[in-house]
């Protein structure tokens, strides 16, 4: 396989955003008068975005007659600091510079909503030659369903077979497949709840962000 193109997640896979997450939920938890829990426990659930930190800092689900309430807090808390703890993933930055020196177009396509998605990406100097972004609300639909990804493609000028998708969660994977691309998965991010990115089914599995090159310039 040869690809023409690259899309990936955005949290878990380009930036490691879990400690602004986490700090977004935790700062309910002491605005309330409770003790803050350690960062450790927030991480695993960073992918799964207000419905995993708010159900690690408060154990509640949708479902909680409070949830739209406080998923909103959430958001004001984590939209007041973006990138205050985010870092790039090692070797990213270098990734997304040889893919612009060999004139490959690269894009996001988040199920982050543009409400987080755009300001942060313009916060941060990785995504200065980024072709495309696509956030959750971009589209009628987010992943796993293949709309974001088809409209990246449209977006890019690219085919779908001929753009690989990056990403740490199964449902990338879903939806990579959905779309007609090949999926990768980032082994170094969140991976989510569902296991064994192994037993996944993408095509490739990646230990660090340099292994993209191999993929789109083989040899």
């Known amino acids: 396989m040869v690809f023409d193109s690259v899309l990936f997640d955005l949290d878990g896979t380009l930036i490691d955003s879990a400690p602004d997450l986490g700090a977004a939920a935790d700062k309910m938890r002491v605005d309330r008068g409770m003790p803050g829990l350690p960062f450790e426990l927030y991480r695993p659930m960073a992918g799964t975005g207000a419905r995993g930190m708010l159900g690690v800092a408060f154990g509640i689900t949708p479902e909680h007659p ?8 959430f958001f004001c808390n984590y939209e007041a600091d973006l990138t205050a703890r985010t870092v790039v993933f ?3 930055m270098d990734l997304v510079a040889a893919l612009t020196a060999q004139a490959l177009p690269w894009g996001v396509v988040t199920n ?4 987080f998605a755009l ?3 313009g916060q941060l100097p990785l995504f200065r030659d980024c072709g495309v972004l696509i956030g959750g609300d971009t589209t009628p639909h987010a992943k796993p369903h293949p709309e974001p990804l088809l409209e990246a493609a449209r977006r890019l000028g ?20 959905a779309a007609g691309m090949a999926a990768a998965v980032a082994t170094y991010g969140y991976l989510g709840e569902a296991g064994d990115p192994a037993g996944w089914g993408a095509e490739f599995l990646l230990r660090t962000p340099a292994e993209v090159l191999k993929l789109v310039n083989p040899g």
């Open 90 to 92: 090692d070797g990213v």
């Open 158 to 177: 690219v085919a779908p077979e001929r753009c690989l998708y990056v990403g740490d969660d199964l449902r990338d994977v879903h939806a990579a497949h």
């Open 119 to 121: 300001p942060l990406s």
């Open 112 to 115: 982050k909503s543009e409400r």
């Open 66 to 73: 409070e949830f739209e309430a406080m998923r909103e807090e």
